[in-house]
T-cell receptor, first 112, second 111 residues
Framework: DQQVKQNSPSLSVQEGRISILNCDYTNSMFDYFLWYKKYPAEGPTFLISISSIKDKNEDGRFTVFLNKSAKHLSLHIVPSQPGDSAVYFCAASALDTDKLIFGTGTRLQVFP | SQTIHQWPATLVQPVGSPLSLECTVEGTSNPNLYWYRQAAGRGLQLLFYSVGIGQISSEVPQNLSASRPQDRQFILSSKKLLLSDSGFYLC??????????FGEGSWLTVV
């Protein structure tokens, strides 16, 4: 049972344009959501997070949007840069747990 | 500052051989510790997590086990490896309830 889903395995975007990565979840108990970025053969690094009491959080070029009614979150990267090319994972945790549940990841490629 | 290290970085093991991956965290005390595995098309799968010494929770039935002999040490083991155990293993720690931080990862190839 995949509680966190990233239905797009890959995304290709031109440099300077906006990248939008999507994530859906099924567990209504999730109250905190995170995005991680991963390069090949390295551990994921934390990018940005959002609590369920908010619907938007912004950090520089990265903005995460949360739509609780749709159980959907998205990561916007603008402007996209070649160095953003990586696999992006969304993750979620519930109030009564110390665990993070990850999606399957979306490979972003930013081309010149 | 806090750091996390895991080793070995890569290893190739024959089917049926034992496994031991080690992870240590420095600069913090009583962290939550995690073992994840990244397999092709499966994303990051939580294998084990620990909230304290000797306290291990297993998330999926499998051929692996975990131990936490010291506060900042987390070990992933297997008595007999299977081909399906191949993958990229990640140790992680958490200072807070939510955000976790990953180590460099260990590539395991079972042949």
């Amino acid at each position: 049972d995949q509680q966190v889903k990233q239905n797009s395995p890959s995304l290709s975007v031109q440099e300077g344009r906006i990248s939008i990565l999507n994530c859906d979840y099924t567990n209504s108990m999730f109250d905190y959501f995170l995005w991680y970025k991963k390069y090949p053969a390295e551990g994921p690094t934390f990018l940005i997070s959002i609590s369920s009491i908010k619907d938007k959080n912004e950090d520089g070029r990265f903005t995460v949007f949360l739509n609780k009614s749709a159980k959907h979150l998205s990561l916007h990267i603008v402007p996209s840069q070649p160095g953003d090319s990586a696999v992006y994972f969304c993750a979620a945790s519930a109030l009564d747990t110390d665990k993070l549940i990850f999606g399957t990841g979306t490979r972003l490629q930013v081309f010149p | 500052s806090q750091t996390i290290h895991q080793w070995p970085a890569t290893l190739v093991q024959p089917v049926g051989s034992p496994l031991s991956l080690e992870c240590t965290v420095e600069g913090t005390s009583n962290p939550n510790l995690y073992w994840y595995r990244q397999a092709a098309g499966r994303g990051l799968q939580l294998l084990f997590y620990s909230v304290g010494i000797g306290q291990i929770s297993s998330e999926v039935p499998q051929n692996l086990s975990a131990s936490r002999p010291q506060d900042r040490q987390f070990i992933l083991s297997s008595k007999k490896l299977l081909l399906s155990d191949s993958g990229f293993y990640l140790c992680a720690w958490s200072p807070l309830r939510h955000t976790i931080y990953f180590g460099e990862g260990s590539w395991l190839t079972v042949v």
